[in-house]
């Protein structure tokens, strides 16, 4: 049994949004110290990971620890239904989340059937990584919006003192250089030079979520998974993308 509160429902809008962009179904397990997700998306290249600590929370009543399943896109459908000014109560209810949106003098109620999912402890790449970069959010939604006009697919490649994006296709080409400069790009460090080509839309879809203002961390090694992660409020989201190697 759990009872948790939201003063800002807008607050689970925006993490379920962020988590959906990837996968369409998923177990959350909610214990003492918060709310966790992983999951790999279909195609099985990509993985979310999610936390949500206790302390977001106005209210967080948790008896033992629960793992619910849920169709994902359907909750996504009913928090894209959020009102300005409204809390959000979740509970478990015969086999079903309640979602209890009220504002003002009026509430409203869902009840969404939770799904069976053959639960995988999904285990996050384990790698070394030889670069880290915190880039700001919103200039890499541009870059990647930039490199789609052309190619399928961007590198990246973090060096001591640069960070690098380029893309190839078709039509032409595709390079940013950065040296870091606290705006756009806000740190590099680099042990050793790292670079490797990854799916664009799958990044775009990882990105396109992150709160204006926030920057997102990257972590790379070269031809090895992507980890990218930023935050929304207290919590927490990481994805893992597997890089794109030509046969």
Not at 57 to 75: C, P, Q
Not at 111 to 137: M, Y
Not at 206 to 211: E, F, L, N
């Amino acid at each position: 049994m759990f009872e948790l509160k939201l003063d800002d429902a807008r607050y689970w809008r925006d993490c379920v949004e962020a988590i959906v962009s990837l996968v369409d179904e998923g177990v959350f397990t909610i214990s003492k110290e918060g709310i966790t997700l992983k999951a790999m998306d279909p195609s099985g290249i990509s993985m979310v990971s999610f936390f949500m600590p206790s302390k977001a929370f106005s209210n967080y009543d948790v008896e033992k620890t629960a793992s619910i399943g849920v169709n994902l896109d359907n909750l996504s459908k009913i928090m894209s239904r959020t009102r300005d000014n409204e809390s959000l109560v979740m509970k478990d209810s015969d086999n079903k989340l309640l979602l209890e949106f009220a504002g003002g003098k009026s509430k409203r109620r869902y009840k969404l059937q939770l799904i069976d999912i053959k639960s995988k402890d999904e285990k996050e790449p384990k790698v070394e990584f030889d670069a880290n970069v915190e880039v700001d959010g919103e200039h890499l939604k541009n870059v990647l919006k930039d490199a789609s006009l052309i190619s399928s697919y961007i590198a990246f490649k973090a060096t001591k003192d640069q960070f690098a994006i380029t893309a190839k296709g078709d039509s032409g080409e595709l390079e940013e250089v950065h040296d870091v400069d606290g705006a756009e790009v806000k740190k590099v460090e680099a042990s050793k030079d790292a670079s490797a080509v990854f799916n664009l839309e799958f990044l775009e879809n990882m990105v396109k979520s992150s709160p204006v203002g926030n920057p997102v961390q990257l972590s790379l090694k070269t031809n090895q998974p992507l980890k990218l992660g930023y935050s929304i409020g207290d919590a927490t989201i990481v994805y893992y993308l597997a890089p794109y190697v030509e046969e």
